[in-house]
């Protein structure tokens, strides 16, 4: 289940919560008790780890070598 991350507006207090994401949102704070909580907008805790995950998102720096010279060639042709 995702974690989401609340602030509430009457006291500012920031809290987070475990649901699904059919649930509806949080509006009553846990610290103040009123119903001024409210979802924040936070980055993703999705992180590529391991062998094969390339920041480029292809596969080891010798394929894309290759790539890198075709590129060139079909560029000098264009300008004829």
């Not at 289940?1 to 059919?22: H, L, N, V």
């Not at 103040?32 to 999705?46: D, E, L, Q, S, V």
């Amino acid at each position: 289940m995702p974690t989401y991350s609340y602030k509430c507006d009457a006291c500012g207090r920031g809290f987070e919560r475990e649901q699904r994401i059919s649930e509806d949102p949080v509006k009553k704070c846990p610290s103040c008790g009123k119903p001024k909580a409210r979802r924040m907008i936070t980055g993703g805790n999705f992180i590529l780890k391991g062998g094969g995950w390339y920041s480029d998102g292809y596969g080891s720096s010798g394929s894309s070598d290759s790539s890198d010279t075709s590129d060139t060639s079909s560029s000098s042709s264009d300008d004829d």
